[in-house]
């Protein structure tokens, strides 16, 4: 049933600004403001689940995080939630201050049918978007206390990531509005793969045990960085190695742990 709400709520999320744009005629600057609310929320709210998961069943993960790829848990790290909170918030005021600079410039060029903000849709869509948003996170908080800390791993992952492919198709897209003569063409480009990006983070990531066969062989035509070890075996060393770094961040964290 969670799963079943949390897909209905992206499809219906993404559905906001889609609509606004190619229905009701929203300009490019309150499809922005939207999505950088949007984004807002969404980096909040990944906050608030991890704080209750934190609090009703803590482990090592909230507390010495070992990032993938990373060897060693230092006591100065941050905590997992104030990394996430830092990187994220940071982001996202950036992607704010470029916003408010793009459409400035926007209304300079004389593209203001791009660039105006309509306030009353604004606050309709933000509404819109933070409902549905807040149905998602209701339904998350009655089964968070079971969630693995992987969980909360990945979904910090993929709302980072999120930050991440709109502040730079953000940069990318609105310089080739500003310097071509069909801004609405490309700007309705943006909007939809802004929301394909979105719907993509809603399915299922494929994490094999095993390379695949044909992946293999390739690789093991290429030169070898690690001298004597084919790929399938250098695979298998960093699955067992991420196995090891998740076990240790799902090891309960109590008080006299700390």
């Not at 990032?67 to 100065?76: E, H, I, R, V």
């Not at 494929?206 to 790929?231: C, D, I, T, Y």
């Not at 076990?247 to 008080?255: G, Y």
Request: hydrophobic share 50%; charged share 15%.
């Amino acid at each position: 049933m969670s799963r079943l709400v949390h897909v209905i709520a992206v499809l219906a999320i993404v559905a906001v600004p889609f609509v606004g744009w190619f229905v009701d005629g929203w300009s490019g600057g309150t499809t922005l403001v939207v999505y950088w609310f949007e984004t807002l929320v969404v980096t909040l709210l990944i906050a608030a689940r991890v704080l209750v998961h934190r609090r009703l069943a803590p482990c090592r993960g909230h507390y010495r995080y070992q990032a993938a790829g990373s060897t060693t848990q230092s006591p100065t790290r941050p905590s997992f939630l104030a990394g996430f909170l830092i990187t994220s918030l940071a982001f996202t005021a950036a992607h704010g201050v470029f916003l408010v600079v793009i459409v400035f410039l926007l209304g300079r060029n004389g593209q203001r049918n791009l660039a105006g903000i309509d306030w009353h849709s604004v606050r309709f869509g933000c509404l819109l978007v933070l409902g549905f948003l807040c149905v998602d996170l209701a339904v998350d908080l009655v089964t968070v206390r079971r969630w693995p800390f992987r969980r909360l791993e990945l979904m910090a992952k993929q709302g980072f990531s999120r930050i991440v492919v709109v502040h730079l198709t953000l940069i990318l897209g609105l310089f080739a509005i500003a310097v071509t003569d069909a801004p609405n063409a490309l700007f309705g480009v943006f909007v939809v793969l802004k929301s394909l990006a979105a719907l993509s983070f809603a399915l299922p990531q494929w994490e094999p045990q095993q390379p695949p066969a044909w992946f293999s062989r390739a690789m093991n035509r290429l030169p070898n960085v690690h001298p004597g070890q084919r790929f399938e075996e250098h695979w298998a060393k960093d699955r067992a190695d991420e196995l090891a770094r998740l076990a240790r961040n799902e090891e309960p964290w109590t008080p006299s742990t700390r």
